[in-house]
Every structure is written in structure tokens, then in C-alpha cells.
Nanobody, 126 residues
Framework: QVQLVESGGGLVQAGESLRLSCAAS????????MAWYRQAPGKQRELVAT???????EYARSVKSRFTISRDNAKNTVYLQMNSLKPEDTAVYYC????????????????????WGQGTQVTVSS
């Protein structure tokens, strides 16, 4: 079974940095596009950044030039480096990985699934 485990959230002051990580575990053969979303209290979940399997990236306008998404395919991990944090970046951050090809055990059939992390809180104080 595929699981995504996030880490790296916390409480920081405006202007400081944080690095989020999201690692996929399980018997994984390959993964597709990876992304970070966030959801602030009372707001809809929004897309923050994406990276495809050849390293092309896209960012929300509000984080462009401050955040950097990257991936380590050997570790099935996606990162989000967040610099110059602002109070409006406060939210729960979720990773999302698409087209994970995995199997339950050796010899069983491969299946494909999209998966979400459990969320990690990022709080930026002014």
C-alpha cells in the first residue's frame, strides 16, 4: 500500500524559511507528476506548485520567486523550499503525487493510484 508522509512544517516568523518534504513509501515502480497544495482556514485548497517527471515546474503567482519545488525520483520524494515567508502563507500544506505505479507484494499485479499526504501545518507570524 502506498503512503505519503510529509514533514517540515512549523511556526516561523515572517521572512524566514521552511523546507517541506513528502516521501512516498511502498512497493513503487514509478511516479508521475508531483505537487503541493495548501488550504488556509475558511478557504478552498489551492495549488501552490507542480513538477512533472522531467523536472518542469509551475508555480502559483503568489509564491513564484519565493518557493521552489524539487523532486528526488530515487527517493520518491518531493520537496518545497519556502523562502521569504509571509503571514498569508499560513496554511496546511498537502503533497499530491499522481500516477504512482505500485504493487502490494512481489508477484502481485501492478496498480496505479493518485495519493495525498496527511498535511503539515505552516504558520507564519508577523
Amino acid at each position: 500500500q502506498v503512503q505519503l508522509v510529509e514533514s517540515g512544517g512549523g511556526l516561523v516568523q515572517a521572512g524566514e524559511s521552511l523546507r517541506l518534504s513528502c516521501a512516498a513509501s511502498g512497493s513503487i515502480f514509478s511516479i508521475g507528476d508531483m505537487a503541493w497544495y495548501r488550504q488556509a482556514p475558511g478557504k478552498q485548497r489551492e495549488l501552490v506548485a507542480t513538477i512533472n517527471n522531467v523536472g518542469n515546474t509551475e508555480y502559483a503567482r503568489s509564491v513564484k520567486s519565493r518557493f521552489t519545488i524539487s523532486r528526488d525520483n530515487a527517493k520518491n520524494t518531493v520537496y518545497l523550499q519556502m523562502n521569504s515567508l509571509k503571514p498569508e502563507d499560513t496554511a496546511v500544506y498537502y503533497c499530491n503525487i499522481k500516477n504512482i505505479k505500485a504493487r502490494s507484494a512481489p508477484g502481485t499485479s501492478w496498480y496505479q493510484v493518485d495519493s495525498w499526504g496527511q498535511g503539515t501545518q505552516v504558520t507564519v507570524s508577523s
